[in-house]
């Protein structure tokens, strides 16, 4: 059983000395007598509380009790949100992965689930099942953060949020006032919900009222790592490469891009000669229309590997003679291995090696680092073929203050499209560009995102941090605007960065 973040008390406080009077002590009669109904129904509990620590301190904490009603594991919230950093203290030790008669597990809370770090740090070493307490007003948290966890991860995702008004009702205005939210958000956006390893949700409460909801799984599911085309998921990371990741980050203080700008995807039928003329159809309806960037599929010319590096060159001379003010962003294979290039009328501007093995580009050699390219509109970064799928490659080009990614690859699950291009904009505030034979797709990061600030672009409507979504309707070129200036801004609430926030004092499971 999994319930939602704070359940010994509404989190909001007057003061440090009232937060620390209302959290729990692991002796309290509140934790004895969860662990009695443990004990009681036979079964395992979690759930998250304001905890008392020494010298006043109080951390949120989840806490797991065994069918004998015994406590058994504790792991403190590593990522604050909003006010929470007024009161609450981060985590100084790594999660660990809990032994259970189930299965293994692995716990965190709310914020913890918004940015990959923290269900990657779990997930790395291998639990069944994911323990996710909230106590969200985000209608996104349902909606994207919560699945996507599940299915990037490959693992069963249980998540319990809140309904309700999460400030005392007295208190509602003032802090709908301070955040800059309208007073009717201020409630538990409900929804909670058991994921399972493919991102298929398999049961969901209301977003209004109290609900239990359930499902029967086998957690086994979760110990398959494969992808359609033979590609581990956890064997194929490079942690040696995810090494920024550990270390406090010096991104920010880059110049933003351009406020705004057209963008188009590109999905090509046929191969050879055929794709490149339905290609270069493409480059000229886009110059036309003032598009500056142009993302087609991955291989999209290739008839045959053994003269791909020539079908390579040529497709780039012909696909220059017809540009004028757009870049074009796809990959090629270049000396044994698949390399994403970023080219204008001038020549290459960029090339990036795959970094990750690939079931399907075995052959490849790989690179040992992401790339970026500074065009006159915004920074650019290429992530590859099944690159796209470790929410690693799009960290690392976010700590290079990347604004914008071009995605040349081959779309094989439906997570990637239901969830995944979306968390990937939206955990890194960049702008996403996907191009594939089939749900190609331009994910836009919105101009308005910080609470406790005026959103002015757009009305607060429950939504945090969702991107603009614009999916390719068959073949041909779709359009759509993106806003590289965006990317930037990083702050999601008060003292909560989702970038620079991120937990890499605990990030060793991601880089050892």
């Not at 040696?240 to 700008?261: F, H, N, W």
């Not at 991120?502 to 050892?512: N, V």
Request: glycine share 8%.
């Amino acid at each position: 059983m999994v319930l939602p973040e704070f359940v010994n008390h509404i989190a909001w406080y007057r003061d440090a000395a009232h937060c620390y009077g209302v959290a729990v002590s692991l002796d309290d009669d509140f934790i004895h007598a969860i662990g009695r109904k443990a004990k009681e129904h036979g079964c395992y509990i979690k759930i998250n509380v304001t905890l008392k620590r020494d010298d006043g301190k109080v951390s949120g904490t989840n806490v797991l009790f065994d069918p004998a009603g015994d406590v058994v594991g504790l792991t403190d919230k590593q990522i604050l949100m909003g006010n929470e950093n007024n009161f609450l203290e981060k985590s100084t030790t790594i999660a660990p992965i809990l032994e259970t008669e189930v299965g293994q597990v692995g716990m965190y809370a709310c914020m913890d689930g918004v940015i990959p770090e923290v269900a990657r740090a779990l997930a790395v070493r291998r639990p069944q099942m994911l323990l996710n307490s909230l106590n969200s007003f985000a209608h996104d948290e349902a909606s994207l953060h919560i699945p996507v966890r599940a299915a990037e991860n490959k693992v069963f995702v249980v998540a319990a949020n809140k309904v309700g008004s999460l400030v005392p009702e007295e208190m509602r205005e003032a802090v709908a006032a301070r955040l800059k939210i309208d007073p009717s958000f201020l409630e538990g956006a409900g929804e909670s919900q058991i994921v399972a390893p493919d991102g298929t949700v398999l049961a969901k409460a209301p977003m209004k009222g109290e609900a239990v909801v359930f499902a029967d799984i086998d957690l086994s599911e979760a110990d398959n790592k494969l992808r359609p085309d033979g590609t581990d998921i956890m064997s194929t990371r490079r942690p040696e490469l995810y090494a920024p990741l550990g270390v406090e980050s010096a991104s920010g203080g880059k110049t933003p891009g351009a406020e705004s700008l057209l963008a188009g995807v590109g999905q090509v039928s046929g191969q050879g000669k055929e794709a490149i003329d339905s290609a270069l159809k493409m480059i000229a309806e886009g110059e036309k229309a003032g598009v500056k960037l142009i993302v087609l599929p991955e291989l999209f010319h290739i008839t045959n590997l053994e003269s791909a590096e020539k079908e390579s060159v040529e497709m780039i001379r012909a696909l220059q003679s017809e540009l004028k003010d757009a870049y074009v962003a796809t990959s090629i294979v270049e000396d044994g291995t698949h390399v994403g290039v970023l080219f204008n009328k001038s020549g290459v501007v960029l090339k990036q090696p795959q970094l990750h093995k690939s079931g399907r580009h075995a052959w490849s050699k790989l690179g040992d680092e992401v790339n970026v390219f500074d065009a006159e509109w915004g920074r650019v970064a290429l992530v590859i073929g099944n690159d796209a799928i470790y929410p690693e490659t799009f960290r690392l080009a976010a700590l290079k203050d990347v604004e914008v990614v071009a995605v040349p690859t081959m779309i094989l699950e439906k997570w990637e499209v239901e969830h995944g291009f979306k968390e990937r904009a939206a955990e890194n505030r960049m702008n996403v560009i996907v191009a594939s034979k089939s749900d190609s797709g331009i994910y836009a990061i919105t101009e308005d995102f910080t609470l406790w600030t005026e959103w002015k672009n757009r009305p607060f409507d429950g939504n945090i941090n969702y991107p603009v979504i614009t999916m390719a309707q068959g073949d041909g070129l779709t359009i759509a605007e993106i806003h590289p200036a965006a990317a930037v801004n990083k702050m999601v609430s008060h003292r909560t960065d989702v970038l620079n926030g991120r937990p890499w004092k605990l990030a060793e499971p991601l880089i050892s």
